[in-house]
Antibody, heavy 115, light 112 residues
Framework: EVQLVESGGGLVQPGRSMKLSCAASGFTFSNYGMAWVRQAPTKGLEWVATISYDGSSTYYRDSVKGRFTISRDNAKSTLYLQMNSLRSEDTATYYC????????WGQGVMVTVSS | DVVLTQTPPTLSATIGQSVSISCRSSQSLLHSNGNTYLNWLLQRPGQPPQLLIY???RLESGVPNRFSGSGSGTDFTLKISGVEAEDLGVYYC?????????FGAGTKLELK
């Protein structure tokens, strides 16, 4: 059974950093591109960042470029999102998903940026 | 970026009614490899999204066959043939043909 389990969320002050993790199981993690998608409270889905199967290629939405870094550890089957210089508008539930098919999703982790 | 325009934003239906949701893209979603990467997701309240339809019309495993997808190029449709109570929630189209991948704004299906 495919599982994606996010962790690392919580309350953080504006300008501070936070790192999210997504532990994958039930499939060959190193074969799949992965992505982070977020959803602000009562809003729709928004693509944040994508990483290729081997980590050699990444893509970010404009609003997080230079602040967020997506990475992966294929030996640990884990996806990461390092978030720096956080802003109130980054407040959202963050989901990890398999990039190309969006066929499996984690339960999500809430990130609240507030003083 | 590719803009996906979903209509209607809200859909009121009775149990057993058939409904359709439209997703129009600002550019063709036909990839150079011949595939069209347009999927449909359902997000029930308090839940993560789940995949219903991929590659325009292919039903994800375990999804009831009252769901169907159609379309090509820039115009796509999700149809539910006989709404059931468990179908209530927000439907999203999503494209992964062009980077960055983008989502439609969503269509909320509610009971009339």
């Amino acid at each position: 059974e495919v599982q994606l389990v996010e962790s690392g969320g919580g309350l953080v002050q504006p300008g501070r950093s936070m790192k999210l993790s997504c532990a994958a199981s039930g499939f060959t993690f190193s074969n799949y591109g992965m992505a982070w998608v977020r959803q602000a409270p009562t809003k729709g889905l928004e693509w944040v960042a994508t990483i290729s199967y081997d980590g050699s290629s990444t893509y970010y939405r404009d609003s997080v470029k230079g602040r967020f870094t997506i990475s992966r550890d294929n030996a640990k089957s884990t996806l990461y999102l390092q978030m720096n210089s956080l802003r109130s508008e980054d407040t959202a539930t963050y989901y990890c998903t398999r990039a190309s098919g969006v066929d499996y999703w984690g339960q999500g982790v809430m990130v609240t940026v507030s003083s | 970026d590719v803009v996906l325009t979903q209509t209607p934003p809200t859909l009121s239906a009775t149990i057993g009614q058939s409904v359709s949701i439209s997703c129009r893209s600002s550019q063709s979603l036909l990839h150079s490899n011949g595939n069209t990467y347009l999927n449909w997701l359902l997000q029930r309240p308090g839940q993560p999204p789940q995949l219903l339809i991929y590659l325009v019309s292919r039903l994800e495993s375990g999804v009831p066959n009252r769901f169907s997808g159609s379309g090509s190029g820039t115009d796509f449709t999700l149809k539910i043939s006989g709404v059931e109570a468990e179908d209530l929630g927000v439907y999203y189209c999503v494209q992964s043909t062009h980077a960055p991948y983008t989502f439609g704004a969503g269509t909320k299906l509610e009971l009339k």
